[in-house]
């Protein structure tokens, strides 16, 4: 019986992770689903929501979701099947499934939350301290590591702009598939997987790689707003503790090198 590889990627918002996720379909060899446990968090659950674009066919409870993806997994015709979506999504019950735990390879992407929370609070000003993101994703990672008894595989969004080739190939090397150094470019694209969340990847749609990001664009940035530099002190201290998993072009060469 075919075992596909199930690959999360554990994000948090404003993160660079579709760009991420765009580069994982220009490769070619994985089916991909976008952020489905954010039915769980936001239609199921009642949460407020900015710019979702509801699909009144999509699954909305916990197990319905997970099992939506593993079914995906059990009928593709790839290889990987690739999962995109925030930790805070489905943190309550992911955190007690030790099972798809183990089912699945998770790795995460984090970005220097000055810079994501700024761009975060451009699009959607009623944001809160846990849609920010970056608490709900160490804790998760603390998860997996207990679970797993495997350190996780984390990208570094500033790392990815500096050189995407890098990081990309590092990725492959630590979940141990094939490198494909064609996905660090692409064409322009709008993809229908992305329909649920539209307005927040036009910017992804219209690239054609990994560029440099100016927070500065954004009329109000942590450093002159009160309430988001309240959000970024409580989660500057996550996405520290994320980083000392980070790989990158230097990190496979000490590895290689021991």
């Known amino acids: 019986m075919k075992t596909t590889t199930i ?14 996720e765009r580069s994982i379909i220009q490769r070619g060899d994985m089916d991909v689903i976008h952020e489905p446990f954010g039915y769980l968090y936001y239609v199921h ?41 925030m930790a ?4 309550n019950d992911i955190m007690k499934d030790d099972d798809f735990l183990k089912r699945i390879q998770s790795t995460f992407i984090v970005r220097d939350p000055m810079k994501a929370i700024s761009s975060h609070y451009s699009i ?16 998760l990672c603390k998860r997996i590591i207990d679970v797993t008894g495997k350190n996780p595989i984390v990208v570094v ?21 094939p490198h494909h150094a064609h996905a660090a470019q692409w064409d322009q ?16 749609a219209n690239s054609t790689g990994f560029h440099k990001t100016d ?12 309430h988001l530099q309240k959000f970024y002190q409580h989660h500057l201290p996550f996405y520290n503790q994320l980083c000392q998993y980070r790989v990158n072009r230097k990190t496979v060469v000490e590895k290689l090198n021991r």
Request: proline letters at 6%; glycine letters at 4%; hydrophobic letters at 35%.
């Open 7 to 20: 690959i999360f990627l554990w994000v948090h918002p404003r993160s660079l992770s579709t760009a991420f």
């Open 45 to 85: 659950e009642g949460r407020p929501v900015t710019c979702m674009t509801v699909d009144p066919n999509h699954p909305t409870q916990y197990e319905d979701i997970k099992e939506m993806i593993l079914e995906k997994a059990r009928t593709t015709t790839k290889k990987y099947l690739f999962v995109k979506d």
């Open 88 to 91: 805070f999504h489905c943190f």
């Open 124 to 139: 959607h000003p009623s944001v809160t301290q846990e849609e920010i993101g970056h608490e709900h994703q160490w804790n």
């Open 157 to 177: 969004a500033e790392d990815l702009e500096e050189d995407p080739t890098g990081v990309l190939e590092a990725y492959s090397y630590e979940l141990a598939i």
């Open 189 to 204: 694209a709008y993809f229908g997987l992305w329909d649920t969340w539209k307005e927040w990847h036009v910017d992804v």
């Open 215 to 226: 927070r500065t664009k954004h009329e109000k940035t942590v450093s002159s707003h009160p």
